[in-house]
């Protein structure tokens, strides 16, 4: 039993936890990123990046992350990029007096969740605000690439559940293209709501059903 | 991994004393499925996916209780372990360390609420296992397009979500990590 429903009038009220289907990081699935990132007015932001820094993949999102009441970036792998890449003169991290815009946290080990499941539990605690709080997770795909289905599925049954109790809107991106369909079927149970962005026409499934 | 017992209730006893091993398993008869053995070897006969909780003494004659739970860890056994321990402190940097230690002598209320916060680690981690062994069998039916069993596998998976759910609500997101991610605790007992 799936419904399916128009992603650009569908609410996600009573969602928490979504998951994005591309194909590559294309224009819709930017839109999708800043649709679900909404309304940030009183709202706590909470990023999780791998490959892209912390600038660059808010720039991505499309949203400034000085509209949120806090913006947190959990910075993985940041170790393999060049230093240089972030924390320049005019990237965004800071507003025109220097205070910085974000909160960077880094993540050493992209192999070791644990680490990275605790350090999200930390900024996925309850906040208090008036917007609802927010969650970008991206990517999937990168945790696929590190660790096998299985463990990214445990990783998962945690962190969503946290998700939920915490009140957050969640969404995670996987690039579907990048895995077997089984994996991608594998993983959906554990979404409320499926978005695949592949479709010409976004369409969005009930992953309960 | 599919054949697994969902709910692995048997609590395993085991102390090179009889007499501290029959005190412990009757303590928790009134409320558990209790094993006894009364050295290292029986113990590590009587383990199996049943078995949600080992509580050895860390004064085995044929075995020091590290190499237990080494032996366990190997097995890939979901049950955690509880080691009795004359001093917290001891063989601290041998082997695997266990789940939890409790310094003898054990207090009743002690021991059941041990027994209890693991029985929960070990319940949690065999219904994930489950959960995750038939949400790949699923996918695979839907793969091929095959929808007979279909509907009774959203069922048990239904279920299975609500009780992971209701026992991350009594572990904290750390803890829930680390019996998920199945990395044992580090160093230190607490």
């Known amino acids: 039993m799936s419904t399916k429903a128009n992603a650009e009038t569908e609410r996600f009220d009573d969602v928490s936890n979504v998951l994005l289907l591309s194909s590559s990081m294309s224009n819709s699935e930017s839109e999708a990123c800043a649709r679900l990132l909404d309304d940030p007015a009183g ?16 720039r991505r999102s499309g949203i400034d992350p000085g ?49 990275l499941g605790t350090t999200l539990g930390r900024f996925l605690a309850p906040v208090s605000g008036d917007g609802r709080p927010l969650f970008c997770f991206h990517s999937l795909t990168d945790v696929l690439q590190y660790t096998g289905v299985e463990t990214a599925f445990y990783f998962l049954q945690v962190l969503t559940d946290q998700v939920d109790r915490a009140g957050r809107l969640a969404h995670y991106h996987l690039d579907a293209d990048a895995c077997d369909r089984e994996t991608v079927a594998t993983l959906e149970g554990l979404f409320d709501v499926v978005i695949d962005l592949r479709d010409s026409d976004p369409s969005v499934q009930d992953a309960e059903g | ?144 397009g095959a929808g007979e069993d279909a509907a009774t596998l959203d069922d048990r998976l239904q279920t299975l979500r609500d009780e992971l759910a209701d026992a991350l609500g009594s572990l904290d997101y750390e803890e829930a990590f680390e019996i998920a991610l199945d990395i044992p605790e580090n160093g230190s007992p607490d």
């Open chain 1, 43 to 58: 709202a706590h932001a909470l990023f999780c990046t791998f490959v892209e820094s912390p600038a660059d993949r808010l």
């Open chain 1, 67 to 115: 509209a949120f009441e806090t913006t947190t970036v959990v910075d993985v792998e940041s170790v393999t990029r060049s230093a240089a890449a972030d924390g320049v003169a005019g990237d965004g991290s800071t507003f025109p007096d220097g205070e910085a815009r974000y909160h960077v946290e880094p993540v050493d080990d992209p192999t070791d969740l644990r680490e």
């Open chain 2, 1 to 144: 991994m599919d054949g697994r017992a969902v709910t692995p209730g048997v609590i395993l006893v085991a102390d090179g004393d009889p007499a501290v091993t029959d005190r412990i398993a009757s303590s928790l008869r009134d409320q558990y499925t209790v094993r006894t053995a009364y050295t290292a070897r029986e113990t590590l006969d009587s383990l199996d996916d049943d078995v949600g909780v080992v509580i050895i003494d860390d004064e085995m004659s044929d075995l020091d209780s590290a190499s237990i739970v080494d032996r366990i860890r190997n097995r890939e056994l979901l049950c955690q372990v509880c080691v009795l321990t004359h001093d917290v402190d001891s063989d601290v940097a041998l082997g695997s360390p266990p789940d939890a230690r409790l310094r003898k002598p054990v207090s009743r209320t002690e021991l059941e609420g041990t027994v209890e916060r693991l029985l929960l680690r070990a319940t949690y981690r065999a219904k994930l296992e489950k959960y995750y062994a038939l949400s790949r069998r699923r996918a695979s039916l839907a793969a091929s």
